[in-house]
Structure formats: structure tokens, C-alpha cells
């Protein structure tokens, strides 16, 4: 029973710790700022090689980056088309979707 207690407490830990990171990251940017201070800090919690705010333009099935967060740069206002992608299923299906490996494979261009 302890060790579940001591998982449960650990996981919190983890978690007040990624949301305060996040929080630092952007606590002080609004608008355009934020979302570019919001991939940084989703990247660095999550620990990925990349992050991106997105809007979706539904008329042309269309991602236009807020902003996109790879490789130490950040880039932005771009456009993606989602036919194809993993972006494509996350709105046909309205949830989430979990690519944990090779994402980049599965988007025909990008914008780096």
C-alpha cells in the first residue's frame, strides 16, 4: 500500500512541476507571445524535440501554426495541409490521438 502511496505522491510531484513550468514559461506574454512562450514550455516539460499552437482553418483543411517550436528555433504563420497526417484524425475523430515515434514521418512537409 505504500508503494502505491509513494507512485501517487511522485506523480504529483511530477505533474505541479511540469504546470509550473509551463506557468513560469508563460505567465508574463499574452497574444501572439504566449503561444510562442507555450511551445517552448511544452517542449521542455514533455521533453520532445518539438511543439506547436495551431489553428484550424476549415474551409481549406488547413493547420496555420501559431507557433511551432523545433530544434531550438521557433517559427510561425505557416500553413499545413492536414490530408494525410496525424492532425487529419484528431479532427475527423474530435479527441486525442498518440503518435509516440516518428510523427515527422507521418507529415508530408514541414515547415523546417
Keep these: 500500500m505504500q508503494n502505491a502511496a509513494q ?25 501572439e507571445r504566449f503561444f510562442e512562450a507555450l511551445v517552448v514550455s511544452l517542449s521542455k516539460v514533455l521533453k520532445t524535440h518539438s511543439a506547436w499552437v495551431t489553428e484550424y482553418l476549415e474551409k481549406t483543411r488547413q493547420l496555420r501554426a501559431l507557433a511551432y517550436w523545433a530544434d531550438g528555433r521557433l517559427t510561425k504563420d505557416f500553413l499545413i495541409d ?28 514541414t515547415p523546417i
Design 7 to 31: 507512485e501517487n505522491a511522485a506523480r504529483i510531484a511530477d505533474e505541479n512541476s511540469a504546470l509550473r513550468i509551463i506557468l513560469e514559461g508563460t505567465a508574463t506574454y499574452t497574444g
Design 82 to 109: 492536414i490530408a494525410g497526417t496525424p492532425c487529419e484524425a484528431v479532427i475527423t475523430q474530435a479527441g486525442m490521438v498518440h503518435y509516440p515515434i516518428m510523427s515527422f514521418a507521418c507529415i508530408p512537409t
